[in-house]
Structure formats: C-alpha cells, structure tokens
C-alpha cells in the first residue's frame, strides 16, 4: 500500500516562502512521475507543478517563476519550494505520482491529507 505523507504548509504572509515536502513510500519512486496539486475552497483541485524521473519540470502559468518542484529519490520525496506567496495561492496541498492519459496526467493513487497553506497578513 503506497503511502504520501505531506508536510510543512501553514499561514504565511504575503510576499513569504514555504517549503512543502511529500514523503512516498515504495521502491518504485524513482521511476515515476510526480506532482502536487491544490484545491482551494470552493474549487476544483488542480495540477500546479509536475516532475518527471529525469528532473523535467512543468508548471502551471499561476505559479510559474514563484514556484520549484524537486525531487530527492533516495529519500522517496518530492518538495516544492514556494516564493512570492499571494493570498491566492491558499489552498490545501496534496503530491501524487502521476500518469499520463493522451495528454492529460492523472493522479494514480488515493488521495492523502493533504497541508493546508494559508496566505495572509
């Protein structure tokens, strides 16, 4: 059973940074592709950043320039550094691996708890 952990979101004020960090469990990790999405209340949950198992980065154009997705493979984490945090940016957190339908990505497993981030003065 494939467990994401998500960690480090909390209220920040605008302008500010935050780390978020997804801890998989899994020896296939390394192989797949992942990424973090956020639902904001009262909004669909959307992809906002996705990494493949060679490093390649993509971004939704929101959070392109102010966010960083990486990964760490021999700690089965993928982290998202972000900057220039706007109250927009509020939502709650959630990393999966991902997959690829024609040229939509999907989640593949369940979804976890998610970190709620909170973008306030």
């Known amino acids: 059973q494939v467990q994401l952990v998500e960690s480090g979101g909390g209220l920040v004020q605008p302008g500010g940074s935050l780390r978020l960090s997804c801890a998989a469990s899994?020896?296939?990790?390394?192989?797949?592709?992942m990424g973090w999405y956020r639902q904001a209340p009262g909004k669909q949950r959307e992809l906002v950043a996705r990494?493949?198992?060679?490093?390649?980065?993509n971004y939704t154009d929101s959070v392109k320039g102010r966010f960083t997705i990486s990964r760490d493979n021999a700690k089965n984490t993928v982290y998202l550094q972000m900057n220039s945090l706007k109250p927009e940016d509020t939502a709650v957190y959630y990393c999966?691996?991902?997959?690829?339908?024609?040229?939509?990505?999907?989640?593949?497993?369940?979804w976890g708890q998610g970190t709620l981030v909170t973008v306030s003065s």
């Open positions: 999966n691996r991902l997959a690829v339908v024609g040229s939509t990505w999907l989640n593949v497993y369940a």
């Open positions: 899994g020896s296939i990790f390394s192989i797949n592709a």
């Open positions: 990494i493949g198992s060679g490093g390649n980065t």
